[in-house]
T-cell receptor, first 114, second 115 residues
Framework: DAGVTQSPTHLIKTRGQQVTLRCSPK?????VSWYQQALGQGPQFIFQ???????QRGNFPDRFSGHQFPNYSSELNVNALLLGDSALYLC?????????????FGPGTRLTVL | KQEVTQIPAALSVPEGENLVLNCSFT??????LQWFRQDPGKGLTSLLL?????REQTSGRLNASLDKSSGRSTLYIAASQPGDSATYLC??????????????FGKGTHLIIQP
């Protein structure tokens, strides 16, 4: 049973560029959430996708957008990259929107903005 | 706005000791509380999930308690081992008009178990 997978593992971009990160949820899961973790901090919630729609969103600007596909996989897009966007980006999957299910995390994508 | 605080920020103990990690949250309107483990540069591994109606959960040498009314949770680790060295994160899921929110995390407790 495959867990949550993310690609790529590492990414280096320059300021102003755009980036796309990808996530495949754990088998049987239909909800995907994205988190940003700066060095030495706890992860911060970006947004959550269910049934191909954004359902909840944290305090992140519109430069952060996403998509969920019919197979439940998801993408995170960040436009006009800033130095402060450098972080570990984590994807988590769960079942449904009830908030009672364990969230399972992937290994993350390390984004460095120069 | 929900805020989660973890104390202590760092802890170093000799192997074999029992230890307690603390977590507090400001808004008691939560669905559940999860404890995670994170190794350096890696993703998060779920350790225990406590539903809002539960008081505690146990898995092996780990025991987590939840006192929702006072906004507190503790993670108890028995007979610590060097392999337990990691950062331990506490997180809660609250709810808003649209349903369950995302997880709100503390900054973590960095734990070192000395051989």
């Amino acid at each position: 049973d495959a867990g949550v997978t993310q690609s790529p593992t590492h990414l280096i971009k320059t300021r102003g560029q755009q980036v796309t990160l990808r996530c495949s949820p754990k088998s049987g899961h239909d909800t995907v959430s994205w988190y940003q973790q700066a060095l030495g901090q706890g992860p911060q919630f970006i947004f959550q996708y269910y049934e191909e729609e954004e359902r909840q969103r944290g305090n992140f600007p519109d430069r952060f957008s996403g998509h969920q596909f019919p197979n439940y996989s998801s993408e995170l897009n960040v436009n006009a990259l800033l130095l402060g966007d450098s972080a570990l980006y984590l994807c988590a999957s769960s079942l449904g929107l009830a908030g009672t299910d364990t969230q399972y995390f992937g290994p993350g994508t390390r984004l460095t903005v120069l | 706005k929900q805020e989660v605080t973890q104390i202590p920020a760092a802890l170093s103990v000799p192997e074999g000791e029992n230890l307690v990690l603390n977590c507090s949250f400001t808004d008691s309107a939560i669905y559940n509380l999860q404890w995670f483990r994170q190794d350096p540069g890696k993703g998060l591994t779920s350790l225990l999930l406590i539903q809002s109606s539960q008081r505690e959960q146990t898995s092996g040498r780990l025991n987590a308690s939840l006192d929702k009314s006072s906004g507190r949770s503790t993670l108890y680790i028995a007979a610590s081992q060097p392999g337990d060295s990691a950062t331990y994160l506490c997180a809660v899921i609250g709810y808003s008009g649209g349903g369950a929110d995302g997880l709100t995390f503390g900054k973590g407790t960095h734990l070192i178990i000395q051989p």
